[in-house]
């Protein structure tokens, strides 16, 4: 199972100036072949499948690790979506035309069905397809599927972020780009030590240096790119048998964090967008039902957890 905290691995910025075409494109890094849909369910299905885990425990014990890190990737992505689409549908709700400065965005669906919010697609609009799932069964077969799946990843979210300036998008491949890292080392490190290859020699691809991406810098400043978390308190131990030696870019010893988890961040608590409904078109009426379910259960009046307060978007005239 998967404990989750109400935290984000790392820090997106609150809304600034709405931008849907940069968020459609920000989806494929969420619903693509190579998104974080894709690496979460090749590892957790190859976890879930995974024969004679106590014989192969260390390579297990990589697998889950990873695969619960990933579910977080997808939250980090969707708040990233969100975050660049609020403000887009920030008007009166039920008013004619109120919504007509986002005729010409690329991806109606983003907010007529998904209330100015992330969706389980790519950046055309296509849905995630559980085809992209390699659970074979065969370790070094799916590993090898796992390194290269990392090195597309990789990819794109390079060209996402040549592609798209807004602020959240950047922080978001900032952070991405350096754990992705990590995950193609650790899958190498997993090949080379079941066969002998030196699939590390691969990396990274394209050869575009992580450390000298300005969003890049403060992870790996607080070593973020040597780290694999265990996301448990009493499970998945072995993990250091496997994730270990040098840094294939730097020399720095690779180590499995003491800490369970990555620090992480309180997101910002996103505005409600009435006239998309999210949500509701009278937040007041909600924000009311809340206060008194809240008060009935003997609960504080605030209902606030210890997240931060976006500030208000600004809309972009259309």
């Known amino acids: ?176 780009l350096v754990r992705g890292g990590v995950h193609q080392v650790a899958y190498a490190r997993a090949l080379e030590n079941l066969t002998g290859a030196r699939m590390e020699k691969l990396f990274p691809t394209p050869r575009i240096e992580t450390a000298k991406i300005p969003e890049c810098k403060p992870h790996i400043k607080r070593g973020e790119h040597l780290k694999l978390y265990r996301w448990s308190p009493d499970d998945f131990k072995e993990l250091s048998a496997v994730f270990n030696g040098p840094h294939p870019e730097t020399g720095e010893e690779l180590e499995v964090a003491e800490e369970l988890h990555p620090e992480g961040s309180v997101p910002n608590d996103l505005p409600a967008q009435e006239a998309v409904f999210a949500p509701g078109p009278d937040v007041g009426e909600i924000e009311e039902i809340a206060r008194k379910l809240r008060a009935a259960a003997g609960l504080p009046e605030s209902g606030k957890a210890k997240g931060k307060k976006a500030p208000r978007a600004r809309a972009k005239k259309g």
């Open 1 to 176: 199972m998967i404990m989750r905290l109400d935290r984000l691995q790392a820090e997106i910025p609150p809304p600034t100036d709405p931008d849907p075409n940069g968020a459609s494109i920000v989806q494929e890094l969420l619903g693509g072949k190579f998104g974080e849909m894709s690496t979460f369910m090749n590892y957790t299905y190859q976890s879930f499948n995974f024969r004679n885990r106590n014989g192969a425990r260390p390579f297990y014990d990589l697998v889950a690790s990873i695969a619960a890190e990933e579910f977080g990737h997808i939250e980090l992505v969707a708040t990233a979506i969100n975050t660049m689409l609020t403000g887009a549908g920030d008007a009166k709700a039920g008013k004619r035309g109120a919504l007509k400065g986002l005729k010409d965005a690329r991806n109606a669906q983003e907010w007529i069905a998904g209330g100015c919010s992330a969706l389980v697609q790519d950046s055309q609009g296509k849905p995630w397809n559980g085809d992209y799932v390699n659970a074979t069964g065969d370790l070094i077969g799916d590993l090898t599927w796992n390194f290269f799946l990392e090195t597309g990843a990789r990819n794109n979210k390079l060209k996402v972020y040549e592609t798209v300036d807004h602020p959240a998008a950047r922080a978001l491949t900032g952070y991405l």
